[in-house]
């Protein structure tokens, strides 16, 4: 979990509401990425960025929004037109835009429930 | 269609007997393939990787996976489990020719070592 912060911990929301979930990395690595994990789904991808102001959608990117205005700084939306957003939610990082052989470092998390 | 398999939704071994953790792919051209663990409501923590070269590979805490390029495989092993090494376990590939740095997870496979 070292050098990527996410942040709050915990998260609640209720339904029609926007929420915006922090993510931060002090590693100076190029991409940045957003999953989301279910229960006995694995993780699926959100978002991603390979460089700072460009963004591209992941599998499940409906209802989500980011933004890239920095590079060590890469927040996630969760729209109220996400119709399931409960889950858990990991932010990643990695050295270099494209860079095939490179590691994956993950952040702690953020736990989404609707209430 | 290019995916990872993680045939065992849950793997069971006593502490100090050695453990497997099953992994298969389906790619096209070479893959790089990744572990990483998971514990309780945490992010998560890479083992190890292939990307070319010996097709044992060793990793942290004892972890170790070996390349089989015939029968398509990355199995993660340890000689000796530890009650501590309980968690969830995530196999990943990544495709030579990718240029997004995107990741392809398996379901995961809880490991439970017992005493």
């Known amino acids: 979990d070292g050098g990527i912060t996410q942040s709050p911990k915990y998260l609640f929301r209720k339904e029609g509401q926007n929420v915006t979930l922090s993510c931060e990395q002090n590693l100076n690595h190029d991409a940045m990425y957003w999953y989301r994990q279910d229960p006995g789904q694995g993780l699926r991808l959100i978002y991603y960025?390979?460089?700072?102001?460009?963004?591209q959608k992941g599998d499940i990117a409906e209802g989500y929004s980011v933004s890239r205005e920095k590079k060590e700084s890469f927040p996630l939306t969760v729209t109220s037109a996400q119709k399931n957003p409960t889950a858990f939610y990991l932010c990643?990082?990695?050295?270099?835009?494209?860079?095939?052989?490179?590691?994956?470092?993950f952040g702690p998390g953020t736990r989404l429930t609707v209430l | 269609a290019q995916s990872v398999a993680q045939p065992e939704d849950q793997v069971n071994v006593a502490e100090g007997n050695p453990l497997t953790v099953k992994c298969t792919y389906s790619?096209?051209?070479?893959?790089?393939l990744f572990w990483y663990v998971q514990y309780p409501n945490r992010g998560l923590q890479f083992l190890l990787k292939y990307i070319t070269g010996d097709n044992l590979v060793k990793g942290s805490y004892g972890f170790e996976a070996e390349f089989n390029k015939s029968q398509t495989s990355f199995h993660l092993k340890k000689p000796s489990a530890l009650v501590s090494d309980s968690a969830l376990y995530f196999c990943a590939v990544r495709f030579g020719s990718s240029n997004t740095g995107k990741l392809i997870f398996g379901q995961g496979t809880t490991l439970q070592v017992k005493p």
């Open positions: 990643a990082s990695s050295l270099r835009s494209g860079g095939s052989t490179d590691t994956q470092y």
């Open positions: 960025s390979q460089i700072v102001n460009d963004f």
């Open positions: 790619v096209s051209g070479n893959p790089y």
